[in-house]
């Protein structure tokens, strides 16, 4: 479901960012040659043409709104809680508003954060993304299983794909290849190819710092309550019933006290709550907004209810859940459970939905709290537990908490973006070839000649330029990666004669620059490729001298492609039904 305004405008910024200087340099003449080389690469791109720890705050970005004076307080304090870096925080300007249109997101929320991601090489390095209150929750659209309606956050969790291959269509959802619903596993760059999204949000300001202070001094104890319904209500709960239950039977031997409950089980206003799962207005024996526990610090909760997090907007006092059909009960355009009394309450994790996500498309309590319990991250635990992506979740909390944590055996921060070159040169190989294609595999080679040399894995840095050679040798950041290594390998000659070839096929094209600034400052950031395209599959409409019809080249490509595995075919009438 990501907006096809990427496809549109993903040429605005730089795909990747090849140009940085090389190892310490050997020699004077080398060193300016050089130096002269990357001035000469830097205008030659602009002018081609475009065709065993937790995840740690190293591995978070925070997305911050200017135009929202919450967001930045939040954004900040958590900032210096975490101890993130400031070049980890990216900030967007954009109407504090909860609902934007399509076109608003790509262009104000998706472009952004993708170049600052590329900008700062970050792409594998970040593992999720924080946003705070004042970023917008949810994008308009048209409703049902394919439709464009999502929520902010759950689009973005694709960003890295897209960076990868492009954008894709706006319809339907995406199966989350990091869904878990047997055995968890720590979530790692070398094995997901997507972004964990949380978000820091609750009706007011205090709500979210004291949120924050929660989530950075959790407990290991409390009850988890598991709150069934009666199946004589709806038909569709018995598999929320179901799940109840597994979730129950998986937490035999957690050292946690374990409250399975059926409707009205008369646990309202239980004290030292860890984990909650339930109906909420779903149930009608529910007759309260929340459920008035005493929550620990470090708590999380889920409600099967469809739109809990339609709005972080506080209701009007005396307001309470109702029926359906009552328009007294509504707010925000329903009578139903909201996320927001669970924060300011007291919990510390949550997930919610902003439009009708259908039973099947919830959270799966059987995976979210024997994940947490086994000392995996909030962010790790909630995303388990959801079957899709580019969908209606929304997960409120600080990412890092974990209070039976670290897990052990989990990897390092990734350095530099080896996963992310590696991924793109796969989807290159495996298109078309066209010129613009030849193209942008050898540029991508070649950044990963750089990458291998500043790794000091000099015999592959040095294959991997030649294959860059062989595609493109007169390419200017072909040129010079395959410089970049034989200097790495002390091979200064060679390192001499390729910098020089590549000043003298500046000097032929008749590049102005003398600095690399100077070059910046002239025609903006250098990019070395654009984002990799399908051909589009034709619109059946009918177009006057076989030209593309206007939908065609907006999206550019067959917006099917390049979503990963899709959602598998939903089975059983139950999970069908919307909440």
């Not at 004042?134 to 999502?150: D, F, W, Y």
């Not at 089980?265 to 909650?276: L, M, P, Q, R, S």
């Not at 894995?457 to 410089?483: C, I, N, Q, S």
């Not at 903006?524 to 593309?548: D, I, K, N």
Request: charge should be positive; glycine fraction near 10%.
């Amino acid at each position: 479901m990501l907006s096809s305004i990427i496809v549109v405008k993903r040429r605005s910024h730089p795909v990747l960012k090849p140009l940085h200087p090389g190892p310490k340099l050997a020699t004077t003449t080398v060193a300016r040659l050089k130096r002269d080389a990357l001035v000469i690469a830097s205008v030659l791109v602009l002018v081609s043409p475009t065709t065993g720890h937790a995840i740690t705050a190293d591995e978070v970005l925070i997305v911050v709104n200017d135009r929202s004076a919450i967001s930045q307080q939040i954004g900040e304090r958590y900032r210096t809680v975490r101890g993130v870096l400031p070049s980890q925080v990216v900030r967007i300007h954009t109407e504090a508003t909860e609902e934007i249109d399509r076109s608003t997101f790509g262009a104000e929320i998706a472009q952004p954060i993708a170049a600052h991601l590329l900008n700062h090489r970050l792409q594998d390095r970040i593992l999720v993304i924080v946003l705070t209150k004042g970023v917008p929750l949810k994008i308009r659209g048209t409703e049902g299983r394919q439709g464009t309606q999502a929520s902010v956050d759950s689009e973005l969790t694709l960003l890295y794909r897209v960076l990868v291959q492009g954008a894709a269509d706006a319809e339907g959802r995406v199966a989350n290849p990091y869904f878990r619903p047997g055995l968890p596993a720590p979530f790692t760059r070398a094995t997901s190819d997507i972004y964990l999204v949380t978000r820091l949000d609750g009706y007011t300001l205090e709500d979210v710092l004291e949120l924050i202070e929660r989530a950075g001094k959790p407990v290991k104890r409390g009850k988890v309550i598991l709150e069934g319904k009666s199946a004589h209500f709806w038909s569709g709960s018995a598999p929320g019933n179901t799940w109840l239950k597994e979730a129950s039977r998986r937490l035999e031997n957690s050292g946690l006290q374990v409250v399975l409950t059926g409707s009205g089980g008369g646990v309202n206003g239980a004290k030292e709550v860890i984990g909650y799962a339930g109906w909420g207005s779903n149930d009608p024996a529910t007759k309260t907004r929340s459920p008035g526990f005493q929550w620990v610090p470090g708590a999380i909760a889920s409600w099967f209810v469809s739109t809990s997090a339609r709005t972080f907007t506080r209701p009007p006092a005396g307001w309470n859940i109702g029926p359906f059909g009552d328009p007294k009960t509504y707010h925000a355009t329903s009578p139903q459970s909201l996320i927001g009394d669970l924060i300011a309450e007291g919990v510390t994790g949550v997930v919610g939905f902003v439009y009708e996500p259908f039973l099947d498309g919830t959270a799966r309590p059987e995976v979210l709290f024997p994940a947490y319990r086994a000392g995996f991250t909030l962010a790790e635990s909630f995303y388990m537990a959801l079957p899709h992506l580019s969908w209606q979740a929304v997960v409120i909390g600080d990412p890092l908490t974990a209070p039976f944590g670290p897990v052990a055996d989990r990897p390092a921060p990734v350095s530099r973006i080896p996963f992310f070159l590696a991924r793109r040169v796969r989807v290159l190989e495996s298109m078309e070839s066209t010129p613009e294609m030849v193209r942008m595999l050898a540029v991508t080679y070649a950044e990963q000649a750089i990458d291998k040399a500043e790794r000091k894995y000099l015999d592959e840095a040095l294959a991997l330029a030649k294959r860059a050679t062989t595609l493109r040798p007169h390419e200017p950041l072909v040129l010079y990666a395959l410089g970049t290594v034989h200097e790495a390998r002390g091979e200064h000659a060679q390192a001499e004669e390729t910098f020089r070839r590549l000043i003298r096929r500046g000097g032929r094209r008749g590049a102005p620059a003398r600095t690399a600034s100077t070059a910046r400052r002239r025609h903006g950031r250098p990019t070395s490729f654009a984002s990799p395209t399908r051909p589009s599959v034709p619109c059946r409409c009918s177009t006057r001298g076989g030209e593309r019809c206007r939908r065609d080249r907006r999206r550019g490509r067959d917006g099917r492609e390049g979503r990963g595995e899709r959602a598998p075919p939903d089975c059983g009438r139950d999970s069908t039904r919307a909440l």
